[in-house]
C-alpha cells in the first residue's frame, strides 16, 4: 500500500524556518513526480510545490515563490519541504502527494 507520511511540523515564529520531511513507501518513489499541498483552518486544500521524477524540474505557487525549497532523495525515498520567511496566513497542515495519493499531514503553526 502507498503510504506517504509527512513530519516535522511544530509552532514557529513570524520570520522563522522549518524543514518538512515526507517519507514514502509502498511505490517506486524516484519514478513519480511529487507534490506538496496544505490546507488552511476554514480554507480549500492548496497545490504549493511539485518537483521531477529525477529533481531537476520544481515549480511552486505564488504565494510561496522564493520563499519555499522543495527537493528530494530518492535513495532514501523521502520528499522534503525548507520552509523560510514564515509568515502567520502560511499557517495549515501540510501534506505530501503523488498522483493519486496524499498522506498523513504535518501541523505548522506561524504565531508569535
Known amino acids: 500500500d502507498v503510504q506517504l507520511q509527512a513530519s516535522g511540523g511544530g509552532l514557529v515564529p513570524p520570520g522563522g524556518s522549518v524543514r518538512l520531511s515526507c517519507a514514502a513507501t509502498?511505490?517506486?518513489?524516484?519514478?513519480?513526480?511529487m507534490m506538496w499541498y496544505r490546507q488552511a483552518p476554514g480554507k480549500e486544500i492548496e497545490w504549493i510545490s511539485s518537483?521531477?521524477?529525477?529533481?531537476?524540474?520544481?515549480t511552486y505557487a505564488d504565494s510561496v515563490q522564493g520563499r519555499f525549497t522543495i527537493s528530494r532523495d530518492n535513495a532514501k525515498n523521502t520528499l522534503f519541504l525548507q520552509m523560510n520567511s514564515l509568515k502567520p496566513e502560511d499557517t495549515a497542515v501540510y501534506y505530501c502527494?503523488?498522483?493519486?495519493?496524499r498522506g498523513q499531514g504535518t501541523l505548522v503553526t506561524v504565531s508569535s
Open positions: 518537483i521531477t521524477a529525477g529533481g531537476l524540474g520544481r
Open positions: 502527494g503523488k498522483s493519486g495519493s
Open positions: 509502498g511505490f517506486h518513489f524516484s519514478t513519480y513526480v
